[in-house]
């Protein structure tokens, strides 16, 4: 496998690294100015060629880049590539923006409602996940991507069989900002958390059971800092609780988590809760490993 | 009964009537400008009796308050009631801000989760309702009063005994306005919204059923125009699946809607969708059978 740059090009961040002919990182670097949500129309070429390759010395270099930068909002739209789906099959439908340049195809699947889910790059840092260890090519794997809108995936055989998009980061973000539940102050207090997962009782009825986390200030006393983390722990439990079910997946089943590691450290703290074994992967060590495994299957 | 002012304080409007001794309305009027949240504190008195009462010609009359007119925002702090509570006994906890004008107490119960709930109003309301029929003195009645934050009650010969908050109104609102399934289109189109509720299941998982309201736009091609009532069905669909179990009653029971007429019958087409009878009341009509079978107990 040569050398080559490879992007994870999300909404709100991008990270490129070089990644030499051995597989070992050359050059890292991100660039949070230039998430997918901040480009003009039509710049993404532009600011690759000008900005993020100079930036890592990766001028001559091929190019592989995965996530947002392949939407509407980004360099092209690049179509999906369907459930179920491997790294053999999504090394075949990388779409070509210049020669040298490849973007990693999106993965939709019928959702769990029956209208379509999509997904734009915790496809490659799931199927990453797999390559990271030969072990993981075999069985079935239940695993979740948290975040603004949380992936959970089933993987069976190396394959990425299907898939269910959670909004739990986005409903928190919306519920905190501009609801009768606001508040400023930061989440950080696991007790509250706790008590939050407890309310969230098997993730039904989430809508009657959300303005507890306003009844137990205004009535019951409890400390205003505290809401944060409650309603964090009531939307996370609601969501590890409901969702396995919704992929045909037992309840009990362990978990692997994939994504930020201080999120994936607040799901694991729900699961734990619940019972449920998890364990954490760094999506930025999930996302270089699916890109390295895409480049060397087009090798 | 002698004559009295009847007021239904809410955080949005206020409604007045003039309830002459044969219980016939002798004036009616609307405030939509003197809403609790549009109050400067310490106002209220003084708005009552320089605006409220001469626009109704009620100088000389006693006067009954239900509503958020009672809280924080509003004339003074009254406390909950418990429940459970009938109007015999709101009726003897009225709460005196002057010699001749009384605010009847919010209620307040264990929620669903264990903090506690709380309601303004909407006991007057749903006791209101109980007061209309002398039959409906009887028996267990699973009781839906629509809105921001939906009420959920249960009256046991003629008591509230407990009850439980949806946030359904408000997530739809800041959802709508503020989250990636932000639309301006008006509801109003019955197949999305029949398509939303069918997306809700029994009401589990919602935060990962919310999604599908932009996977069937943006993957599956579905008019954007329809998104709004989509995710109407789906948060109301999710409410009505999944509430009633979390106050101990058995799917499929009949329910009482009691509030905004446009809202309920939303609510109505919901249950109607999953097979479920349901009644509707005007909450305009059942705040004044409330504060008038209220101000009978006292005179």
């Not at 670097?29 to 930036?55: C, H, M, T, Y």
Request: with cysteine.
């Amino acid at each position: 496998m040569g050398a080559f740059l490879a992007c994870d090009w999300g909404t709100t961040n991008l990270r490129a690294w070089v990644l030499g002919e051995s597989g070992s990182v050359q050059a890292h670097k991100e660039f949070p100015q230039l998430g997918v949500s901040r480009l003009q129309p039509g710049e993404a070429a532009k600011r690759f060629r000008d900005e993020i390759r100079p930036a890592l010395r990766a001028e001559g270099l091929p190019a592989l880049l995965c996530g947002m930068i392949g939407s509407t909002l980004g360099w092209t739209v690049v179509p999906y590539d369907r459930c179920p789906t491997s790294l053999e099959d999504l090394a075949g439908a990388l779409h070509a923006v210049l020669p040298d340049v490849h973007i990693v195809p999106g993965v939709s699947c019928p959702g769990v409602t029956g209208a379509s889910d999509v997904m734009r790059g915790e496809e490659t840092q799931i199927l990453g996940w797999v390559s990271m260890d030969p072990a993981r090519a075999a069985g079935r794997h239940l695993i979740c991507h948290p975040g603004t809108h949380a992936k959970w995936a089933l993987v069976e055989d190396g394959r990425l069989v299907r898939f269910a998009t959670a909004m739990t980061g986005e409903l928190f973000a919306v519920l905190r900002k501009h609801s009768v539940l606001r508040t400023d102050d930061e989440p950080g207090d696991e007790a509250a958390f706790a008590e939050g997962v407890e309310a969230a009782g098997e993730g039904d009825a989430l809508s009657s059971r959300l303005f507890s986390a306003r009844g137990r200030i205004v009535a019951d006393g409890k400390p205003a800092g505290t809401a944060a983390d409650y309603l964090s722990g009531l939307l996370i439990g609601a969501e590890v609780a409901g969702t396995p079910a919704l992929l045909g997946v037992e309840a009990g089943a362990p978990v692997q988590l994939i994504g930020d590691l201080a999120l994936c450290r607040w799901y694991r703290q729900a699961l734990s809760l619940r019972g449920v074994s998890s364990e954490v992967c760094d999506g930025e060590e999930a996302a270089l490993a699916g890109l390295a495994a895409l480049h060397g299957r087009t090798a």
